[in-house]
Nanobody, 122 residues
Framework: QVQLVESGGGLVQAGGSLRLSCAAS????????RGWFRQAPGKEREFVAR????????YYADSVQGRFTISLDNDKNTTFLQMNSLKPEDTAVYYC???????????????WGQGTQVTVSS
């Protein structure tokens, strides 16, 4: 059972940056592709970004393309989401997840973190 723990969320002004981290409890996470999702109040959880287990082929939602960057450090069992040029509409709880597939839908992911709040003020 892989456990994921996110960190790095917080309050930031529009145009600012945050870096989210997702630490895995064990090295077997390197067998999984990794993804980030987010959920705003009253909305469904949505895909943000994903990357293969080797750290290749990053893929982003249109809404964050060019502003967010997903990366891996498999030596440290950690996934990152660098978020630049943040907008108020980026405000949400951000979740990291691990998947045997390389997908963009929630049901394709096997393990989830507890989430970290990101709030962007205007």
């Amino acid at each position: 059972q892989v456990q994921l723990v996110e960190s790095g969320g917080g309050l930031v002004q529009a145009g600012g940056s945050l870096r989210l981290s997702c630490a895995a409890s064990e090295g077997s996470v390197t067998k999984y592709a990794r993804g980030w999702f987010r959920q705003a109040p009253g909305k469904e959880r949505e895909f943000v970004a994903r990357i293969s287990r080797t750290g290749s082929n990053p893929y982003y939602a249109d809404s964050v393309q060019g502003r967010f960057t997903i990366s891996l450090d498999n030596d440290k069992n950690t996934t990152f989401l660098q978020m630049n040029s943040l907008k108020p509409e980026d405000t949400a709880v951000y979740y990291c997840a691990a998947s045997r597939l390389v997908g963009v839908t929630t049901f394709q992911y096997d393990y989830w973190g507890q989430g970290t709040q990101v709030t962007v003020s205007s």
